[in-house]
Every structure is written in C-alpha cells, then in structure tokens.
C-alpha cells in the first residue's frame, strides 16, 4: 500500500504537470536570472538553492530555471517514456513467450534461440551506441524503441515457461477436442491463466525502465535540453553538488522514490498473485 501510494502520487504529478507548471508561474525553459548571483559564478540567492515563496523548490545554478517546474515535467516525461516502453516489452514478450510455450517444436527453437540471442547482449552498451549514433532522431521515441527492443527477452522466457505449464491442463484439452482453434485457445485459455505473472513483472519492470532513461540521460545520450528529464537534471547537479547540494538531492530524491514505489508495489502484487511463493 506504501508502494501503491507513492505511485499514485507521480501519477497525479505527471498527469497534472500542465497545472501545476501553470500553478509554479514558471515554465520549465524560463530563466530568472534575478534568483542567481552573478557575481558568484550563477549560484541562486538564498538558502537551500533559492527556495522561496516565487521557486517553491529553488532554481538551477546558472541558468535559472525553475527547479518545480523541471520535476513536475520530468516525471511526466520518464513515466511515459517508461509505461510505454513497458507496453512494448509486455506486447513482444508475451507474443513470442505464448507462441514458443504452446507451439514448441521448431518454434520454439527459433524463439528461444532469439532470446538467449538478446539476452547474451550488453543490453545497456548497445543502447548508447544506438542513441550515440542516431543524434536527429526523436529521443522519446528512439528511447521507447531501443530500451523496449532490449528489454522483452525477459518476459518471454516467463510467459514461455508459463505456457508451457498451462498448455497440458484439463480445460486446454477440452477446448481443443471441441475444435476450438489455436487463435481462440491462446486468447481464451492461455493468456487469462498467464496474465497474472505478466501483470506482476511489468509492475516491477518500470523501476528499472525508468532508470534506464534517467542512466541514458545522464550520459548525455537520452532526453536533451530543452526538454525536462532528472537525468539530465541529475547531469548537471554533479558539476553544483558542493555549493547548492538542494539541486542534487531534488531529482536525485524523486527518482528514487518513483522507484522505490513501483518496487514495493512490484512485490505486493507478486506476493498477492504466489501467495505460496511468497510464504517460501
């Protein structure tokens, strides 16, 4: 519930970034050179990085910017970059995983093959270079395809292996001596009795997608300015972390905690899903 809570709040953080954005009075791009001193290399006036009533959580050394404004945005953009790219990974997963699990035999092969294919791959190595080599193309997208190409294997060998055990019970059998075809059984039969694995993994899949776009970002590879992304955000505190701490320690605490909730809620379900599992 813990986990659940914390989600439901970057949710309605992301959802609402327009209006809270509009509520700041500050656009995310939207410099304010009077909260820096420039006489002391563009570190923002006052205590805790220049959080007053104006920049409810302070400014960005330098430039300015609204720090509220660029969290708020920011969420937006890494929960859809990472419910999305979770879609993509949930859809090819179970494709591949349902079709090897209950048509074994050579197709199995081949999509079992593919996987330990992918899955041999520096997954995180080949994402840089993708994204290092592709500079014109748009980076939501670009992100959403390279880290959901990258990520499925892993659901498919859990849906495979779920198939597997679903495809020899009673009411598969039963639909088949009934002349059902294959389309309908997997629709009817198997998917319904594997969704619930499937559910659970992509709740504790996003944790890590967002922090994939976050790591991307950081390097300089993933979201660019002047779109708002706490990697990006994250990037730039390095160079401030001594003189204004407040700029690191804001993204760096929402990222965590988006990730914390989606974790504890990754588990819950789980546990909810096996409670046998979860008493071992």
């Known amino acids: 519930m813990t986990g659940l809570g914390i989600v439901i709040?970057?949710?309605?953080?992301a959802l609402a970034a327009p209006l809270l954005?509009?509520?700041?009075?500050?656009?995310?791009?939207?410099?304010?050179?009077?909260?820096?001193?420039a006489n002391l290399a563009g570190i923002p006036r006052g205590a805790l990085g220049g959080i007053s009533a104006e920049h409810w959580l302070g400014v960005e050394p330098v430039s300015g910017r609204d720090i509220f404004s660029r969290i708020v945005q920011g969420a937006r953009v890494s929960l859809f970059i990472a419910f999305t790219s979770a879609a993509v990974v949930m859809v090819l997963g179970t494709f591949f995983g349902i079709a090897a699990g209950y048509f074994g035999g050579w197709v199995d092969m081949v999509i079992s093959r593919l996987i330990d294919l992918l899955m041999s791959f520096p997954g995180l190595i080949f994402m840089i270079a993708i994204m290092a080599v592709t500079p014109d193309v748009n980076r939501i997208v670009l992100l959403i395809a390279v880290i959901g190409f990258f990520s499925w294997p892993g659901i498919a060998r859990i849906v495979r292996g779920e198939t597997l055990s679903v495809r020899r019970r009673e009411f598969v059998d039963a639909a088949r001596t009934?002349?059902?075809?294959?389309?309908?059984i997997l629709l009817k039969e198997i998917l319904p009795n594997v969704s619930g694995p499937i559910i659970a993994y992509a709740t504790l899949l996003v944790p890590g997608l967002i922090s994939a776009e976050a790591a991307l970002s950081f390097l300089g590879i993933g979201i660019r300015p002047p779109t708002p992304s706490w990697g990006e955000m994250l990037s730039n505190a390095v160079t401030y972390y001594q003189v204004d701490p407040m700029y690191f320690v804001i993204p760096s605490?929402?990222?965590?905690l988006v990730v914390l909730g989606f974790s504890l809620l990754g588990d819950g379900l789980r546990d909810a899903i096996d409670p046998k599992g979860a008493r071992k």
């Open 9 to 13: 709040f970057f949710l309605v953080v």
């Open 253 to 256: 605490l929402s990222l965590f």
């Open 178 to 184: 009934s002349g059902a075809r294959d389309h309908r």
């Open 21 to 37: 954005t509009a509520l700041s009075g500050w656009d995310p791009a939207q410099p304010d050179k009077t909260a820096i001193d």
